[in-house]
């Protein structure tokens, strides 16, 4: 498998504060050892267990703020190991890594309680970006239905309603609305955004933000509705329910 590094293009910033704990449940050895060095590169302090029942015994003994979790583990696969975590009430995030990649593995890999899914082979810039983007979700970020206003999102069968009347989100616009969802009466700037649900470390001088919001906005303020999606100027934008 071939992954590409950071390093490839000069040194990966480093996270500022603390290091975040992390545990890598992973039992291919090279693909360990290269997330290992390039996320202890990064500022992660990275625990990594080559089973699934090791990664268990971590998850529950150890105070972690994150797990990387492949799905094909010895002793205990990973979908297994996120269910017990879950059932413990371990509410950490959980990114999944595997090398299937159809919708319904996917699928299965959040209902198990995992909180993003990263196929195989990955870049490690894209890594990075997802960890540093959970990192940052809410803490209810375990919510499985998501309400707004009139807006309603259910996050496993990845529909949207307003009112009671479906809503047909591409995959990018469902992920940038979800994003707007967990943080309602927010400014959320371009830059934001661009890192957040689009993963780009490295903004670019682009209008793409622009150019989603505006088809988000039709498929989302019909007309004669109150309009939810706002533009702040000079800052950005903001999904508001009218008082």
């Not at 504060?17 to 990275?46: C, F, H, K, N, W």
């Not at 670019?204 to 706002?230: A, C, F, M, S, Y």
Request: with cysteine; charged share 30%.
């Amino acid at each position: 498998m071939t992954m590409t590094s950071a390093h490839e293009h000069g040194a990966p910033e480093r996270l500022p504060g603390p290091s975040p704990r992390l545990l890598l449940i992973e039992d291919d050895d090279s693909i360990a050892a290269e997330v290992v060095e390039e996320l202890t590169t990064r500022g992660y302090d990275v625990t990594r267990a080559a089973t699934g029942v090791e990664g268990l015994d971590h998850a529950c003994a150890g105070q972690f703020d994150l797990m990387i979790v492949d799905r094909m583990l010895p002793e205990l696969d990973g979908l297994t190991v996120i269910e017990s975590v879950r059932a413990q009430r371990i509410n950490i995030p959980v990114l999944v890594l595997s090398a299937l990649s159809a919708v319904d593995d996917r699928v299965s890999g959040l209902k198990a309680g995992g909180d993003d899914y990263l196929t195989k082979p990955f870049a490690m810039e894209e890594l990075a970006a997802r960890l540093e983007a959970l990192l940052r979700r809410p803490t209810d970020s375990r919510a499985t239905m998501l309400r707004v206003g009139p807006l309603e999102m259910d996050l496993i069968e990845r529909t949207v309603f307003r009112n009671g009347q479906e809503i047909d989100l591409l995959p990018r616009e469902f992920r940038l609305l979800e994003y707007m969802m967990r943080r309602p009466d927010t400014v959320l700037t371009r830059t934001m955004l661009l890192e957040d649900v689009w993963n780009y470390r490295f903004v670019p001088q682009t209008n793409l933000v622009d150019v989603h919001i505006g088809k988000l906005r039709r498929k989302i303020d019909l007309p004669g509705e109150p309009p939810l999606i706002h533009s702040i100027r000079g800052a950005g934008f903001s999904l508001r329910v009218p008082g």
